[in-house]
Structures are given as C-alpha cells and as structure tokens.
T-cell receptor, first 112, second 113 residues
Framework: GENVEQHPSTLSVQEGDSAVIKCTYSDSASNYFPWYKQELGKRPQLIIDIRSNVGEKKDQRIAVTLNKTAKHFSLHITETQPEDSAVYFCAAMNTGGFKTIFGAGTRLFVKA | KAGVTQTPRYLIKTRGQQVTLSCSPISGHRSVSWYQQTPGQGLQFLFEYFSETQRNKGNFPGRFSGRQFSNSRSEMNVSTLELGDSALYLC????????????FGPGTRLTVT
C-alpha cells in the first residue's frame, strides 16, 4: 500500500544551524506534498507545501524540494531558532484519491 | 473566520462501549478528513468526506465509521471500543474535494480503560 518514510526520527541542532528532514513516498500518483509542524499539545499546522509541477518552494527560512523521479522530498530550515523545536510531519497526497499519507514525524530540538 | 472545532476535547470510555466524535469544519470548507494519532503510529488516515459522501477510507476495521451532514459537519463513531483505540483523533477540513491544503482541529483525546 501507500507509504511515506521520514528521516530522521529525531534531530538535534544548535541555534542558527540548518535542519534537513527527508521523506520518500511510494505512490507515484501523489501530486501534493505538505509539511506540518506540531508543537506539544497543539494541532498540526501547515507550514509549507509543494505540488508536483514545482521542484522547489521557499518561504523565508523554510524551503521544500521535490524530486519526482526519486519520489523524494525534503524540508530545509535555515537559521534555526528555539521556537522551531517541534515535531514535523511530511505527507503525500493524491488529490484525486482524497487520501493523505503522513510520515512518522521528526522531533526537532533546537538548542539555544 | 473560525477554525476547525472538535467536540468533545477529552473523553474516557470503557472497553466495549461506543463513542461519537464531532467535527465542524471552517466555514465554506466542504471536505473533512479524519486521522488517528498515536505515539507509535503517527497520523493514520481514517476516512475523507465530501458532500456527505465518503470518498476514501484507510485501513481501519469496520468498527470505525463516519458520516457528513449537509452543513459539512462530520461525525465519526467507534463501536466496541478496544484499549488500542486510545488516541488523539484529529479532523481536518479543506476547501474543496482534492484541494490539498488541510486545516486541523484541536483533536479529541480518547482514553479507553
């Protein structure tokens, strides 16, 4: 069945460093790839997304890249801050199939 | 615009009982998806509704069911509760069928004892 693998499961960086989280999806029909940030005790919040007709998208300190051939997409956070500490989830969606598959999550710690 | 709301926020049930959870989407959003979140399994897709029709279903037993009303509000029901059903149940709404962007509610924390 459809699957999204996410790595690493835990990531610890020093404030100001960059963080990279990688995901691989299995369903070649996936065409929408959102990233969610979930702080402790709160709901997942959409932070950035990319569609399959785009290779890269950037929003301030956050960027996402997509390699459709390899079925691989990544989240890049630059100049990390302590408030970036949270669990990050990648997801892959076939918008025609109305089903979103999430990765297992990455717990990011940003040390001040 | 008000966000996605879910009721109740917390629930404690006993094994064998049934439970109904409610989700009200953002005004104007017609698609509602449900997810189960557990520490070990992450976010697992339960089902998606649009215009009162279930469009897709995840790999959950038939004890998990749902429905959507004409005002887009959705409910999910779990019958014959098991200990393993303890989880955070999240719903998410999006503007249209297959629109992509989903906005999550705060979740209902279900504990089965």
């Amino acid at each position: 069945g459809e699957n999204v693998e996410q790595h690493p499961s835990t990531l610890s960086v020093q404030e100001g460093d960059s963080a990279v989280i990688k995901c691989t999806y299995s369903d070649s029909a996936s065409n929408y790839f959102p990233w969610y940030k979930q702080e402790l005790g709160k709901r997942p919040q959409l932070i950035i997304d990319i569609r399959s007709n785009v290779g890269e998208k950037k929003d301030q300190r956050i960027a996402v890249t997509l390699n459709k051939t390899a079925k691989h997409f990544s989240l890049h956070i630059t100049e990390t801050q302590p408030e970036d500490s949270a669990v990050y989830f990648c997801a892959a969606m076939n918008t025609g199939g109305f089903k979103t598959i999430f990765g297992a999550g990455t717990r990011l710690f940003v040390k001040a | 615009k008000a966000g996605v709301t879910q009721t109740p926020r917390y629930l404690i049930k006993t094994r064998g009982q049934q439970v109904t959870l409610s989700c009200s989407p953002i005004s104007g959003h017609r698609s509602v998806s449900w997810y189960q979140q557990t520490p070990g399994q992450g976010l697992q897709f339960l089902f998606e509704y649009f215009s009162e029709t279930q469009r897709n279903k995840g790999n959950f037993p038939g004890r998990f069911s749902g429905r959507q009303f004409s005002n887009s509000r959705s409910e999910m029901n779990v019958s014959t509760l098991e200990l393993g059903d303890s989880a955070l149940y999240l719903c998410a709404s999006s503007l249209a069928q297959g629109a992509g962007e989903q906005y999550f509610g705060p979740g209902t924390r279900l504990t089965v004892t």
